[in-house]
């Protein structure tokens, strides 16, 4: 990876089981994929997983938001969960902060999932993958794609952009999460 490079990062369940059931499995992958952009610890993620899904909004207390933003290794693009897999384009800030962010990522929901759901080992098919991004016209391509994923599920073809697990509407309208995802 290079610094000041775009990537389209992704992975999937294990022979492609689903990783996601409900909104709160959503929810907490969301989180992290925010939250993890720095190295800094956020504490309590279930209380502010929680507060998502009953308030339907994105808080955090000030002062931790302003941590996270400051030394963040990555900046986040876009980004689609779908039942089975995750798609992000992601911009690395510094020197192997893709990596520390993917691996944060991935072991915190892996942990989670095997946790809540009363099960052990790997839930994730290998290590990430990944595809640097060389032209306007692949980042464009890319966007799209990822944007239309969820078009594969029933009933969302030709409503992805109310798909609520998609960064789409943060590009048609208010962005919900505010510095967290760089839309420009």
């Known amino acids: ?20 059931h409900d909104r709160s499995d959503y929810a907490r992958m969301l989180f992290l994929i925010l939250c993890c952009q720095s190295p800094i610890t956020l504490y309590n993620i279930g209380r502010h997983v929680k507060n998502f899904i009953t308030a339907n909004s994105f808080k955090l207390a000030t002062d931790t938001q302003d941590k ?6 990555v900046e986040l693009i876009s ?19 893709i990596s520390a962010y ?6 915190a929901y892996t942990k989670y999932f095997n946790t809540k759901y009363h099960r052990s080992g790997y839930l ?5 993958q990944s595809v640097l991004v060389k032209t306007n016209t692949q980042a464009l391509h890319l966007s799209a794609y990822i944007h239309r994923n969820p078009r594969e599920l029933a009933g969302w073809k030709n409503k992805e952009d109310r798909y609520p697990w998609s960064s789409y509407q943060d590009y048609l309208s208010l962005n919900r999460w505010g510095e967290f995802l760089k839309r420009d």
């Open 68 to 73: 996270i933003l400051a030394k963040r290794s």
């Open 124 to 128: 994730l098919q290998g290590p990430f």
């Open 79 to 97: 980004f689609v969960l779908m039942p089975n897999h995750f798609h992000l384009k992601i911009k690395e800030l510094a020197e192997g902060g």
């Open 102 to 107: 993917l691996q944060r990522i991935e072991i």
């Open 1 to 20: 990876f290079s610094e000041g490079e775009y990537y389209h990062v992704f992975n999937r369940g294990v022979a492609k089981q689903i990783i996601f």
